[in-house]
C-alpha cells in the first residue's frame, strides 16, 4: 500500500499502478512488464485508504476512463485525463 515511487515533476507519492501521476498528469514510467502486472484490484486499496482518511461522498469517477479518482487527485492515475475540481 505504501507509496514505491515518487513524480519526478512534482514529488507527488506514485503507487506502483499508477499510469500518471495524480498531480501533474506527468506519465510515469513503469518498469518494463509491470503493464503485464497491473490489475483492477490495486485501485481497492487506494479506495479503502480513501475510506478510511474521509466521511461521504468524496470518491468520483474519471470522466475519460471511469476510473475511480480521490478527491486530492488532479489527474487520473490511469489515463491521465485532468479531473475537474469541484471544491
Ligand atoms: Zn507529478
Ligand atoms: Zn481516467
Known amino acids: 500500500m505504501a507509496a514505491s515511487t515518487f513524480c519526478d515533476h512534482c514529488g507527488m507519492a506514485l503507487y506502483s499502478d499508477d499510469v500518471y501521476c495524480v498531480g501533474c498528469g506527468n506519465p510515469t514510467n513503469p518498469a518494463p512488464g509491470n503493464e503485464a502486472q497491473r490489475r483492477p484490484e490495486r485501485r481497492s486499496t487506494r479506495v479503502v485508504l480513501a475510506l478510511k482518511t474521509g466521511s ?3 470518491l468520483t469517477a474519471c470522466v475519460r476512463c471511469g ?7 488532479a489527474y487520473c492515475q490511469l489515463c491521465g ?5 469541484d471544491v
Open 67 to 73: 476510473g475511480e479518482v480521490l478527491p486530492g487527485d
Open 56 to 58: 461521504h461522498g468524496f
Open 81 to 85: 485525463a485532468r479531473l475537474p475540481r
